[in-house]
C-alpha cells in the first residue's frame, strides 16, 4: 500500500470515514477504466484490502455504537447487509474458476454496491448518527476507527 500511515486527532469519525471513502471510490475508477485484465485483478486486490479493512473498523467503531441506540438499530442492520453482499461479490472475484466475462460482471455489480453503499451512508446513515451519538464520541471514534484500520491493512497486505 501506498498510503502514508498516521492518525489525525483532529478528524471525527465521519470525517474519516469520508477520507477513506474517497479511496474507495478513487480506486472504483481505476478498477473501471481499466483495461488490462491483469492491471484490474491488481486494482482489485488492493480495493479488497481497502473494503475489508474499511468495513471491520467501521462496523466496530460506528455501527455497533449506533445500534446501541434503538433509533439506530435499523439503519445499522441495513449497512451491514450491504457490507455482507460486497464480501459475497468479493468471493465471486476471488474464485479462480470464474472465467473473465463472470468476473467482469461481478466486478461491475461490486463497484456499483460500493458507490451506492457509500452515497448511502453519506446522505442518510451520518446524518442519522450524527444525532444519536454525541460530538465527544464521535471524535474518539474517529481515533479508533483510524487505529483498526490502518492495523487491519498491515495485518492483511501479504494477502
Known amino acids: 500500500m501506498n498510503k502514508q500511515a498516521s492518525v489525525d486527532l483532529e478528524q471525527d469519525i465521519f470525517a474519516a470515514l469520508i477520507a477513506n471513502h474517497e479511496v474507495q471510490r478513487d480506486m472504483c475508477e481505476q478498477l473501471e477504466s481499466e483495461q488490462d485484465f491483469q492491471k484490474r485483478k491488481a486494482i482489485f486486490s488492493e480495493l479488497k484490502l481497502e473494503l475489508h479493512a474499511h468495513a471491520a473498523a467501521e462496523e466496530r467503531h460506528l455501527y455497533i455504537p449506533v445500534m446501541q441506540h434503538d433509533e439506530g438499530l435499523e439503519l ?17 472475484l476471488e474464485d479462480g474458476r470464474v472465467g473473465q466475462e463472470t ?24 446524518k442519522q448518527a450524527k444525532k444519536i451519538l454525541d460530538t465527544d464520541l464521535q471524535q474518539r471514534l474517529g481515533a479508533l476507527y483510524q487505529v483498526e484500520h490502518e492495523e487491519y491493512e498491515k495485518a492483511h497486505a501479504s494477502e
Open 76 to 92: 445499522s442492520r441495513h449497512a451491514i447487509t450491504e457490507h455482507h453482499e460486497m464480501d459475497e461479490l468479493i468471493e465471486t
Open 103 to 126: 468476473w467482469d460482471e461481478a466486478c461491475a455489480k461490486l463497484i456499483d454496491k460500493v458507490r451506492h453503499h457509500l452515497k448511502e451512508e453519506e446522505d442518510e446513515f451520518f
